[in-house]
């Protein structure tokens, strides 16, 4: 199927070239894209109090460009997609599109596709009927209305399905007919809301590499909420990390990843335990040896964060110096490797991956990979006693 999709999608991309020189000239299309500055949303939380879900954001979606807003459950992303949107008020600040000032602009006249995570297809209506509804709506004559129906089929992967009803229709083709429903009227902008999270996981991987065929393929700008990384890093080409109604940062997947600019990012991204280090140069040294500091990092106290698979159980007979002996706490055996938790000298427990079948309770040598861990710098809350030098 992905095959498929990813055909229809290059054969639509042939198609697509002069739609999207036309993009241009379509009402609400321009170079500028998306520009949210101090925006703020509010909740009325009873007796007079207020929830402040978005807390003075300052975001840019520029034209064609996938950013993925993520962040834990409650940190303010469906209420910024919503404030964007128009679905939502604004209690301060500006949502800009093309430069032009949205303020009282109704949600239909923005010219923004939606996407939710329950589709919310019209029951009474074929798949064909679904996806025409935009079109029949903006009153494109049939001829029209039924080959770009056939087309937005054909990239969903769904050519053909046209007559079927909706109730007939499994999780994940609901989910592309929502989605050739939102890009029929080619919306300037497409705000996608978890729109793969009720799927399970083997179908939500599979879409999340469909979707980003589609939405390159159709020069789509997009604005696409999730909470979950592997989604966010497979379709974006920017990601910003939402806490407590905050953009922590926003940056490409792979610089997002090897440089977190706080502890708080890091640990969000995954990376577990932090391990002190003392920075010289741009080396960060530790109990486990060093790691290079891929950002510029000032000298002095700092934190080492672990990344998956930065740990590794040492056979017997391959130890060197640099290898500490730990206790194992835990195994498990997950995705064809076995993983052992250690408690390391400081306290903290990390996982390792480990070469084979290993036992509880023995102890085992493990070796930091310095390529697997990242520098992050210390806040004043973390306890850095045991990073005076000499200790790391
Ligand atoms: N309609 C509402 N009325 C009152 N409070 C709300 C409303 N919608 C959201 N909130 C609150 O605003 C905060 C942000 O919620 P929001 O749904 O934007 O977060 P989210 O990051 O999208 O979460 P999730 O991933 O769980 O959907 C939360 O504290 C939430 O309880």
């Known amino acids: 199927m992905?095959?498929?999709?990813?055909?229809?999608?290059?054969?639509?991309?042939?198609?697509?070239?002069?739609?999207?020189?036309?993009?241009?000239?379509?009402?609400?299309?321009?170079?500028?894209?998306?520009?949210?500055?101090?925006?703020?949303?509010?909740?009325?939380?009873?007796?007079?109090?207020v929830?402040?879900?978005?807390?003075?954001?300052?975001?840019?979606?520029?034209?064609?460009?996938?950013?993925?807003?993520?962040?834990?459950?409650?940190?303010?992303?469906?209420?910024?997609?919503?404030?964007?949107?128009?679905?939502?008020p604004v209690a301060g600040g500006t949502v800009r599109w093309a430069g032009r000032d949205l303020a009282g602009v109704p949600v239909h006249r923005r010219g923004f596709g939606l996407m939710f995570q329950d589709g919310q297809l019209f029951p009474h209506r074929t798949v064909a009927g679904n996806v025409a509804y935009g079109l029949t709506m903006a009153r494109l004559p049939r001829a029209h209305r039924e080959r770009r129906v056939a087309e937005l089929l054909d990239l969903v992967g769904l050519t053909g399905y046209g007559p079927r009803p909706v109730s007939t229709l499994s999780g994940g083709q609901a989910q592309r007919v929502t989605l050739a429903r939102a890009l029929a009227p080619q919306p300037a902008l497409l705000l996608l809301d978890e729109p793969l999270s009720a799927l399970d996981r083997g179908?939500?991987?599979?879409?999340?590499?469909?979707?980003?065929?589609?939405?390159?393929?159709?020069?789509?700008?997009a604005l696409y909420v999730t909470h979950d990384h592997d989604e966010a890093f497979t379709v974006a080409d920017r990601v910003a990390v939402m806490d407590a109604g905050r953009l922590l940062q926003v940056d490409a997947p792979d610089r997002l990843w090897w440089r977190p600019v706080s502890r708080e990012v890091a640990t969000f991204l995954g990376f577990a335990p932090f391990l002190a280090a003392d920075v010289r140069?741009?080396?960060?040294?530790?109990?486990?040896?060093?790691?290079?500091?891929?950002?510029?990092?000032?000298?002095?106290?700092?934190?080492?964060?672990?990344?998956?698979?930065?740990?590794?159980?040492?056979?017997?007979?391959?130890?060197?110096?640099?290898?500490?002996?730990?206790?194992?706490?835990?195994t498990r055996f997950v995705r064809g490797r076995t993983e052992v938790d250690v408690v390391l000298p400081d306290g903290s427990r990390a996982t390792a991956v480990a070469p084979g079948a290993t036992v509880v309770g023995q102890g085992v040598q493990v070796r930091l990979d310095p390529g697997a861990a990242v520098v992050v710098p210390a806040s004043p809350?973390?306890?850095?006693?045991?990073?005076?030098?000499g200790s790391a």
């Open 51 to 88: 929830t402040t879900a978005v807390a003075g954001v300052d975001l840019d979606v520029r034209t064609g460009e996938v950013l993925a807003l993520l962040g834990p459950s409650g940190s303010g992303k469906s209420s910024l997609l919503r404030a964007v949107a128009g679905l939502e």
């Open 381 to 389: 809350q973390d306890d850095i006693s045991r990073v005076e030098p």
């Open 203 to 221: 179908l939500r991987e599979h879409l999340t590499g469909e979707l980003y065929d589609i939405l390159r393929a159709t020069g789509t700008t």
């Open 281 to 330: 140069g741009d080396v960060a040294r530790t109990f486990l040896g060093e790691v290079p500091a891929r950002a510029p990092m000032p000298d002095g106290v700092a934190l080492v964060a672990l990344g998956p698979a930065a740990l590794q159980v040492v056979a017997d007979g391959r130890w060197t110096r640099e290898d500490v002996e730990v206790p194992m706490v835990a």
């Open 2 to 49: 992905v095959s498929e999709v990813r055909a229809a999608a290059e054969g639509r991309a042939g198609a697509s070239a002069a739609d999207r020189a036309g993009n241009h000239a379509r009402p609400g299309a321009a170079p500028e894209g998306l520009r949210v500055r101090d925006l703020h949303v509010r909740y009325p939380a009873g007796r007079g109090a």
